[in-house]
Structures are given as structure tokens and as C-alpha cells.
């Protein structure tokens, strides 16, 4: 699958690779201390946490609109 010559995908992990990789390097989620997020997209909405529920995707969409 390519886009104007270009790879859409450059790699893909299970989550039994990740994992694997996260018990190799010895990754304790436990021993991580919390840090301030950066924001590289922007503020979130906090819309995602309702795409599970019937009718929230169009929910979400809705309030991005009001947003803009």
C-alpha cells in the first residue's frame, strides 16, 4: 500500500511485541513518574472517551465543530 510512492505504514506492533520489548528493557509502568504532557496536537476535547457508547462518534464530531 503506497500513497504518492510512499509507504501509508512504516511498521506495526502487537501488543505481545511491545509487550516483550517493555519486559526486555526492564519498562515498570509502576516506577515511571508522572511527567506534564506536551500537547504536540493541540488541547483535547476529551470527546474520544465517548466513541464507545451509541452515538458518540457523531457526538465527537458534532462538538468539533462547535469548537471551530
Known amino acids: 500500500m503506497k500513497i504518492n ?3 501509508s505504514v512504516d ?3 502487537t501488543t505481545r511485541e511491545l509487550s516483550r520489548l ?3 528493557n526492564k519498562i515498570d509502568f509502576n516506577k515511571i513518574k508522572p511527567q ?3 500537547y504536540q496536537l493541540g488541547e483535547s ?3 474520544g472517551i465517548i466513541y464507545g457508547i451509541s452515538g458518540g462518534v457523531i457526538k465527537s464530531v458534532a ?3 462547535i469548537i471551530i
Open 22 to 24: 517493555l519486559f526486555k
Open 45 to 47: 476535547s476529551g470527546s
Open 63 to 65: 462538538e468539533l465543530f
Open 11 to 13: 511498521y506495526v506492533l
Open 5 to 7: 510512492g510512499l509507504k
Open 36 to 38: 506534564k504532557l506536551d
